[in-house]
């Protein structure tokens, strides 16, 4: 059975950095990454990482978050330096399962003073 276990979120001002991690289990994952939903906003997917390493990003944070992943931990990191106050968001791990489905954690929060 797959199993996502997030951490890393928290409360931090202007500027400041966060790293998050999602530790998965139960699947080869040919996908990992991010997704959040700020208040009031559609959730967005933020980054993903492919098992060959290639990644996209959501344009709006390409210049301050890094994605990254172990795969023989099968664990995928957020980075997030720079951070705003429109960053502030429940973030939720993705994963997609090689053949088969997406699934998302329960999710972390990051809010961003200013």
């Known amino acids: 059975q797959v199993q996502l276990v997030e951490s890393g979120g928290g409360l931090v001002q202007f500027g400041g950095s966060l790293r998050l991690s999602c530790a998965a289990s139960g699947s080869i994952f040919s996908m990992m990454g991010w997704y959040r939903r700020a208040p009031g906003k559609q959730r967005e997917l933020v980054a993903v990482i492919r098992s060959g390493g290639t990644t996209n990003y959501v344009d709006s944070v390409k210049d301050r978050f890094t994605i990254s992943r172990d795969n023989a931990k099968n664990t995928v990191y957020l980075q997030m330096n720079s951070l705003k106050p429109e960053d502030t968001a429940v973030y939720y791990c993705?994963?997609?399962?090689?053949?088969?489905?997406?699934?998302w954690g329960q999710g972390t929060q990051v809010t961003v003073s200013s």
């Open positions: 993705y994963v997609h399962v090689l053949y088969g489905s997406d699934y």
